[in-house]
């Protein structure tokens, strides 16, 4: 299974700060790599798939990059309902899918 | 709009099994798959496997193997998980996704699941 390592598993920023997410996985993906937004007590979120391509709705200071193992997601100027945890998910070698552990963006 | 409702909230003893039901609309049932992912209190989420609405085809994680079973209902939209043999560890909120077979794009609200004697 290809293992997801996500960093770093919290941060603290104020609204208006750019903020990014790092996903590692244990081998390379090809861009074969969704982000998810979760926010207490509801579902997670489809943000971007395809390591860069924007779901429909998904506002456009939400963007994602990387190659090979290394991608990343970032929020070019953070937002108050951008607090939530957000998780990376690998399909490259299937099954099983797999997650991160998740990284919570908190309010500094 | 697409919509996954699922079944409500369930309390099993040690051993027992639970079945978690996804009723979907808004969409063609047999052009998805409907995944089934779990998360348990405080932890990442963790994918179970996977039926293909049209062909009834499925994939399952190997963690799971020979516990999990998901089926589906054409005629009521309906995709189902059976999780048998449960443990206290298997507590958790079970999420319904659907998606291609990569990522799930819309997402149940899930059902709570409680495993305690």
């Known amino acids: 299974d290809i293992q997801m390592t996500q960093s770093p598993s919290s941060l603290s920023a104020s609204v208006g700060d750019r903020v990014t997410i790092t996903c590692r996985a244990s081998?390379?993906?090809?861009?074969?790599l969704a982000w998810y937004q979760q926010k207490p007590g509801k579902a997670p979120k489809l943000l971007l798939f395809a390591a860069s391509k924007l779901d429909s709705g998904v506002p456009s200071r939400f963007s994602g990059s990387g190659s090979g193992t290394d991608y990343t997601l970032s929020i070019s100027s953070l937002q108050p309902e951008d607090f939530a945890t957000y998780y990376c998910q690998q399909y490259y070698s299937i099954p099983p899918l797999t997650f991160g552990g998740g990284t919570k963006v908190e309010i500094k | 709009q697409v919509q996954l409702v699922q079944s409500g909230a369930e309390v099993k003893n040690p051993g027992a099994s639970v079945k978690v039901s996804c009723k979907a609309s808004g969409y063609t049932f047999t052009s998805n798959a409907i995944h089934w992912v779990r998360q348990a209190p405080g932890q990442s989420l963790e994918w179970m496997g996977w039926i293909d609405g049209g062909s009834g085809n499925t994939k399952y994680s190997q963690k799971f193997q020979g516990r999990v079973t998901i089926t589906r209902d054409t005629s009521a939209s309906t995709a189902y998980m059976e999780l048998s043999s449960l443990r206290s560890e298997d507590t958790a909120v079970y999420h319904c996704?659907?998606?291609?077979?990569?990522?799930?794009?819309?997402w149940g609200r899930g059902t709570t699941v409680t495993v305690s004697s």
């Open positions: 996704g659907i998606g291609g077979h990569y990522f799930m794009d819309v």
């Open positions: 081998r390379g993906i090809t861009n074969s």
